[in-house]
């Protein structure tokens, strides 16, 4: 899964900062992770000290009653497709978490909606601490339609100018589902951007024994060399937590997944106009398709 790289600056090209101090730190607890120790690594931390990672919320399904799931019966690669199926097919699911991805990470906080839309609030990791807040993103997509603000730390990136930063603040940007210069957040409310994470079924696995998580139990599976995912044992096989690296090692991901099948709101945020250079068009898209909000049909968080 390649997660789009394009950049939401317009002013010159301005070098990347480097990742934050702490991605050797997720690459090894990754591979503790998988080799079984414990729900996972230990919470990772961005440069103002916020956890990048928190529970998911309760889960609609399964329930505390629920019926014994296949999980614990399935050989190891049945139960990875099947927990990619649980998650393709979900009406909503709630992921919150890190990804960090070359010399970029980014700490999520994710509620999908299938085809119909979701929301995103995205911390990109950022340089040695600076004067201002860190860059936080926020993102609404309804159907094939999203809107993209932030904070003065994001629009500080946006501008290369700290008066056209502020002038900003509060404004938002009407893009196409592709995201143009803001494809690479957009990016995260596309929920086959978070199933591509999930592991390849014919990766070698093995499975582990169940264990608790969050009150409920759950079969862990171990994938390839780095990869450790958590599987509800009772309900749906829905993944439960995702931990390591990628197949091809490029990317860590550090995700909880809950909230399965709990409503998600959509509506088009209350923005002011704002025309931040060509990555989308300004104003406050009022009377764009899809601004009906939540009751809008849509496919599972996978589709």
């Known amino acids: 899964m390649a997660v789009p790289r394009s950049r939401c600056v317009t002013a010159p090209p301005r070098r990347r900062p480097t990742l934050v101090a702490g991605t050797a730190v997720l690459m090894a607890a990754a591979l503790l992770a998988a080799c079984g120790g414990g729900r996972g690594p230990a919470a990772a931390r961005l440069p103002?000290?916020?956890?990048?990672?928190t529970p998911g919320s309760p889960s609609p399904e399964p329930s505390a009653g629920a019926s014994p799931?296949?999980?614990?019966?399935?050989?190891?690669?049945?139960?990875?497709?099947a927990a990619r199926d649980a998650f393709s097919s979900a009406p909503s699911v709630h992921v919150t978490g890190t990804l960090v991805k070359g010399d970029q990470s980014y700490q999520l906080d994710l509620r999908l909606k299938g085809a119909a839309g979701g929301t995103a609030r995205i911390l990109p990791s950022t340089p040695a601490p600076s004067p201002g807040p860190p860059p936080e993103v926020r993102v609404t997509r309804i159907g094939e339609v999203a809107w993209v603000s932030g904070n003065l730390g994001f629009w500080r990136g946006v501008s290369g100018d700290e008066a056209g930063a502020r002038r900003l603040v509060g404004s938002c940007v009407?893009?196409?589902?592709?995201g143009g210069n803001f494809g690479e957040y957009v990016a995260f409310t596309q929920p086959a951007t978070?199933?591509?994470?999930?592991?390849d079924p014919a990766e070698p696995a093995t499975l582990q024994a169940p264990v608790p998580f969050d009150g409920r139990p759950a079969v862990p599976v171990v994938v390839g060399r780095t990869t450790r995912l958590s599987v509800a044992a009772e309900g749906r096989p829905y993944p439960l937590q995702l931990s390591g690296l990628t197949a091809d090692e490029t990317a860590?991901?550090?995700?909880?997944f809950g909230g399965?099948?709990?409503?998600?709101?959509?509506r088009v945020p209350d923005c002011a106009a704002a025309e931040p250079g060509n990555g989308g068009e300004p104003g406050n898209g009022a009377g764009a398709p899809g601004s009906g909000g939540a009751g809008e049909p849509g496919g599972g968080a996978g589709s």
């Open 48 to 53: 103002n000290g916020s956890p990048t990672r």
């Open 69 to 81: 799931g296949p999980a614990p019966s399935l050989p190891a690669a049945n139960l990875v497709r």
């Open 174 to 178: 009407r893009v196409a589902v592709d």
């Open 194 to 199: 978070l199933a591509g994470l999930l592991p």
């Open 252 to 256: 860590s991901r550090f995700l909880d």
């Open 260 to 266: 399965y099948g709990a409503p998600v709101p959509l």
